[in-house]
């Protein structure tokens, strides 16, 4: 009795060293985001982390502890600084609300820092909704969504993809972001390691670190043409990697990547066992040649789809995932559990909606993305012609250019632009969306160009 009360006593002291030890991690984490903060340098610093990631397992091989524990616990740790670190973060969000915040109080406001397209619905929508009352689409239903829109859905995503898609495959969710949501929460778990390639819609990492799960970063450059490495993440794949993140047509640069190299991608991921997350909600966009995941038929791929962007939609809030029935079941459970449903009066105006023409949404963006182009190389900013989605992701050089203080003195004079850093360590970068008629963007790039004519 007295040995396990002994062994009790020293279970209490080490928890409470280890509590102690985590305050003071804590406070020097705090620090350093100071620091950071003063020198202009983004949270997120992968070489770092990896230096400390590789002195964590040569000590558990020193003393004997097995290296997946220690490593997970080490993400905890990781994880923990990162969001003490991330307070104040600014993204096309916060610039957002605060443009709103501004009309409130009467100021003129030119958007293009959202991508939210400012034409309308297609017109079956407004019929839709007339009718669903008399239809009766009025109660709750199953979480993965009603069977008629599931299975018009299944047929919709079977020829525009290129894919076997049965309703089986589909739940249905208030927006791509509660699909991705609820894909990241419950196929993995804390401490397990997903790859986001950035520059990266943040709201990835978001969901990742809420749910206790460590982001690994791949960066990518103007100067690779936001080409992802393959060395790279071959070489942050360990045994704790559970997903790999894709969003081609990219938000935010519009890039999409060769066939090449995204067969290549998702073969490591095959070999390594990883899910592929492909959040395609900008397909509707692809400009250039563009390939769904689902072509690849490969079990652990859940791909995320929306109505906002491609037919307008953003305040219906919904959108849908496909992937295998296993994936869909656990993605469900959630899903029941926050909402019990997605209204169903909005799921029969969506399943109205799939039979719309919406290929003139995709030529009136791609004519405002050529503005954008021409507007942006006029002015002298450095960016890459996105080969689809509805942004210019771009580059500013002049001396000491910061895109936080950028956006926020912008919106002083009328624009609302997003921050680069939203998307990750790109503080001299801005994402200029294309979403507004032409018109109002000639008039925000007149802005943009008054403002940096200013600053030289
Ligand atoms: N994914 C990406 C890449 C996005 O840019 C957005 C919204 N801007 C979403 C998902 C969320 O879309 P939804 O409105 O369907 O939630």
């Known amino acids: 009795m007295s040995d396990i009360n002994d062994l009790r006593n020293k279970m209490d002291q080490v928890t409470l060293e280890m509590i102690k030890l985590l305050k003071i991690r804590t406070d020097i984490a705090k620090e350093i985001g100071e620091v950071k903060k003063n020198i202009g340098k983004g949270v997120t610093d992968e070489v770092r982390e990896d230096n400390l990631r590789r002195k964590v397992i040569s000590l558990c091989d020193e003393i004997g502890l097995e290296e997946s524990i220690a490593t997970k616990f080490f993400n905890f740790l ?34 293009m820092e959202v991508g939210e397209p400012d034409f309308l619905p ?36 079977s020829k525009k993809f290129n894919a076997k898609v049965t309703e089986d495959n589909i739940i249905v969710s208030p927006g791509a972001r509660f699909s991705i949501f609820t894909a990241i929460t419950t196929l993995l778990n804390p401490g397990d390691e997903m790859i986001v390639i ?31 490495s393959l060395e790279q993440i071959k070489n942050t794949i360990n045994s704790n990697t559970k997903m790999i993140v894709l969003n081609y047509p990219n938000n935010p640069t519009g890039k999409i990547l060769s066939e090449k190299l995204q067969d290549t991608i998702v073969e490591l991921a095959k070999q390594n066992d990883l899910y592929v997350l492909s959040d395609e909600i900008y397909s509707q966009y692809a400009k250039s040649n563009w ?21 307008a939609m953003t305040g219906f809030r919904i959108g849908y995932a496909i992937a295998d029935t296993e994936i869909i079941e656990k993605m469900a459970k959630l899903e029941a559990l926050c909402l019990t449903n997605v209204s169903e009066p909005i799921q029969y105006i969506a399943m109205k909606a799939l039979e719309a023409d919406t290929s003139n949404n995709s030529n009136t963006v ?8 021409e507007k942006a190389s006029e002015i002298g900013l450095d960016f890459v012609v996105p080969d689809g989605a509805m942004y210019i992701f771009a580059r500013n050089n002049q001396e000491g250019f910061d ?41 925000g790039m007149n802005i943009l160009s008054n403002i940096m004519s200013e600053k030289q």
Request: charged share 25%; glycine share 6%.
């Open 78 to 111: 990781l994880n923990e600084s990162v969001k003490v670190q991330s307070v104040n973060k600014q993204t096309h969000l916060s610039i957002f609300l605060k443009a709103k915040s501004m009309e409130q109080q009467g100021k003129k406001i030119i958007h």
């Open 122 to 157: 297609p017109l079956i929508v407004k019929k839709a909704l007339e009718e669903v009352f008399d239809k009766g689409f009025l109660k709750y239903g199953q979480a993965r969504g009603m069977p008629t829109f599931r299975e018009a859905l299944a047929k919709y995503a």
């Open 291 to 311: 390939k769904s995941i689902l072509s690849y038929d490969y079990k652990k791929s859940i791909v995320t789809q929306s109505f906002s962007k491609s037919h």
């Open 366 to 373: 791609q004519n405002r993305l050529d503005l954008l182009i």
């Open 198 to 228: 950035e520059p990266a819609w943040p709201a990835y990492k978001d969901c990742a670190l809420n749910a206790g799960i460590k982001v690994r970063t791949i960066s990518t450059t103007l100067e690779e043409k936001w080409d992802p």
């Open 403 to 443: 895109g936080i203080q950028f956006a926020n003195s912008s919106l002083e004079k009328g624009l609302a632009v997003a921050p680069g850093e939203g998307f990750g360590n790109y503080r001299n970068f801005i994402r200029i969306s294309a979403c507004q008629d032409e018109k109002t963007l000639i008039e």
